[in-house]
């Protein structure tokens, strides 16, 4: 097993720390007072670790990556619901780079190889004066462990099922990819961003069904994003665009 070790994950403007076991990595960064540069905690373990909705992100320690990185970020407050894509841009093609070839984003947040979820992300805000704090924690499965398809009810991917996964050099290319697309969502807003998402779409073109978050759902062909980074389908009452959901299913068109 390869220990995590901060002096090994190098992210220029980054302060790494690593810890052994905490609640929540998010929630670390969160309440902590956040100096000129950003912030990056890894955990060999969380025990309160969380995904979209307030749903558990199970994890496993020393076989999987879970951190956070915590950054200010300088767009209107209407533009910050995109980040997850952002971030969810820079992992997919931080883990391509890494010889996870197939790595590919459901719309908004997960990680994908196929219909097996890979990894996923949470974005969290906080407002501080005239910036934002946004705090990403990033989860991803490196090694196959035994049941975890059967706890959550779904296909799961691990990275070495692709590649020799090195923990701290994920964390890094993660977090350096990471840093490089918000700069450029901080110059020139998500529109910078969205070709690079629907590029690594895994469902582009592909009928689904999304869960919306009154419990109703909605079926159509994906469409690519609107502007704002809302899932573009196209009903049979025309275009729609979804801002708050979860795909539930896809099947090809």
Do not use: Y
Request: hydrophobic share 45%; proline share 3%; with cysteine.
């Amino acid at each position: 097993m390869d220990r995590l070790d901060a002096a090994l994950i190098d992210i220029p403007g980054v302060a790494v720390r690593v810890v052994e076991r905490c609640g929540s990595t998010n929630a670390v960064l969160l309440g902590e007072a956040l100096g000129a540069d950003a912030a990056l905690l890894a955990a060999e373990e969380q025990t309160a670790g969380r995904g979209r909705r307030g749903r558990r992100w199970h994890s496993s320690p020393g076989a999987d990556v879970t951190f956070s990185l915590a950054r200010r970020v300088r767009r209107p407050t209407r533009e910050l619901a995109a980040l997850s894509l952002v971030a969810g841009v820079a992992a997919a093609s931080a883990l391509r780079s890494l010889g996870a070839g197939a790595a590919a984003l459901k719309w908004p947040n997960d990680l994908v190889v196929g219909s097996a979820k890979l990894g996923g992300i949470l974005v969290e805000t906080r407002p501080e004066g005239t910036e934002t704090r946004a705090v990403f924690g990033v989860g991803i499965n490196c090694r196959r462990t035994g049941g975890l398809d059967k706890r959550l009810r779904r296909a799961v991917a691990s990275l070495d099922q692709f590649i020799a996964p090195r923990r701290n050099a994920v964390i890094e290319a993660i977090a350096r990819a990471l840093m490089a697309a918000l700069d450029r969502f901080e110059a020139l807003g998500f529109e910078a961003v969205r070709p690079e998402w629907e590029a690594l779409h895994a469902h582009a073109g592909q009928r689904l069904r999304v869960r919306l978050a009154d419990g109703s759902s909605i079926s159509g062909i994906a469409r690519g994003l609107a502007a704002d980074g809302a899932l573009r389908l196209a009903t049979r009452r025309g275009e729609r665009a979804v801002r708050s959901g979860r795909v539930i299913s896809a099947r090809t068109a």
